[in-house]
């Protein structure tokens, strides 16, 4: 699926992620080497650390937030009504065209 994704330069990437790999978003943010290594996905995608938060700038339609992942936002640095933890977002086919923006390093 094509996905862009704003890096915390202000730099946009349009990248293709593969929906048969089991992924979710932080491992392709990973992957792409859009964030510098230690500075995102620290807890390794639990739901533990916050470091993945992006902000949704599309209407995907998005799996529901559980309540870890919202525990976590609520202790979080410049969470926005639309912050959510990349790690919880399985690279489905669903999300096509899906548009973020990774959040600050905090
Ligand atoms: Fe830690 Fe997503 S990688 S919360």
Redesign the pocket.
């Known amino acids: 699926v094509n996905i862009t994704i704003i890096d915390r330069d202000g730099v946009k990437h349009n990248v293709n992620a593969p929906t048969d790999m089991a992924m979710n978003l932080?491992e392709v943010i990973r992957s792409y080497e859009l964030a510098p290594e230690g500075t995102?996905?620290?807890?390794?995608?639990?739901?533990?650390?916050?470091?993945?938060q992006c902000y949704i700038l599309t209407d995907t339609e998005l799996p529901e937030m559980q309540d870890d992942e919202e525990a976590?936002l609520s202790e979080a640095f410049y969470v926005k009504d639309n912050s959510r933890?990349?790690?919880?977002i399985p690279i489905t086919p669903e999300i096509d065209g899906l548009e973020v923006e990774i959040a600050p390093e905090s």
């Open positions: 932080m995102i996905g620290i807890c390794g995608g639990m739901a533990m650390c916050a470091s993945c976590m933890l990349s790690c919880q």
